[in-house]
């Protein structure tokens, strides 16, 4: 079974504030995904990665970065974190157009 | 703007009935159509996918049909069962490109006993 691993799962930050989100896989999956997921939304992409090395911008990559170091991590930054930022958010890993796996996800509040 | 849309947002069926969730797409790019499942308080897993060069596929009491021309997509879960009852997101990628893998709105389907 893919294995992906999100931490923290639950964040209380402040706005204005910096938070990292990390993610790890264990698959060697090429691909890396960082999308959020909000009531009428469904998932919206937000980062994804090829490989190390490599981030490109996806649906809605404002106010947030992204970070491949290894193949196995993968990093979602908010610089200045905002309000409506707050959402669920989730990574995922897989290989092209074969099944994606997600991580458990990661509560974030912004106050 | 969307490129993959779902419809209804919510849909609710009696045990026993076929559920029809609809999902339709604006690249003529896309390829590879997965549909995901997510119960309460859990991640979304790979439910079906199926890719054009055919038009059905079926797994089980789960079958996808799929409408090239038109660009719809359709999810049919037959003798629904509560242990159903979940939101089911079309998903969509291309190929060529990117291989972004783009998620619909979702519906929220609830299969009553």
């Known amino acids: 079974e893919a294995a992906v691993t999100q931490s923290p799962r639950n964040k209380v930050a402040v706005t204005g504030g910096k938070v990292t989100l990390s993610c790890n896989q264990t698959n060697n999956h090429n691909n890396m995904y960082w999308y959020r997921q909000d009531t009428g939304h469904g998932l919206r992409l937000i980062h994804y990665s090829y490989g190390a090395g490599s981030t490109e911008k996806g649906d809605i990559p404002d106010g947030y970065k992204a970070s491949r170091p290894s193949q196995e991590n993968f990093s979602l930054i908010l610089e200045l974190a905002t309000p409506s930022q707050t959402s669920v958010y989730f990574c995922a890993s897989g290989d092209e157009q074969t099944e994606v796996f997600f991580g458990k996800g990661t509560r974030l509040t912004v106050v | 703007q969307q490129q993959v849309r779902q419809s209804p947002q919510s849909l609710t069926v009696w045990e026993g009935e076929t559920a029809i969730l609809n999902c339709s797409y604006e690249d003529s790019t896309f390829d590879y159509f997965p549909w995901y499942w997510q119960f309460p308080r859990e991640s979304p897993a790979l439910l079906i996918a199926?890719?054009?060069?055919?038009n059905k596929k079926e797994d089980g009491r789960f079958t996808i049909f799929f409408n090239k021309r038109e660009k719809k997509l359709s999810l049919h879960i037959t003798d629904s069962q509560p242990g159903d009852s979940a939101t089911y997101f079309c998903a969509a990628s291309a190929s060529s490109g990117s291989w972004q893998l783009i998620f619909g709105s979702g519906t929220q389907l609830t299969v009553m006993p």
């Open positions: 199926i890719r054009p060069v055919s």
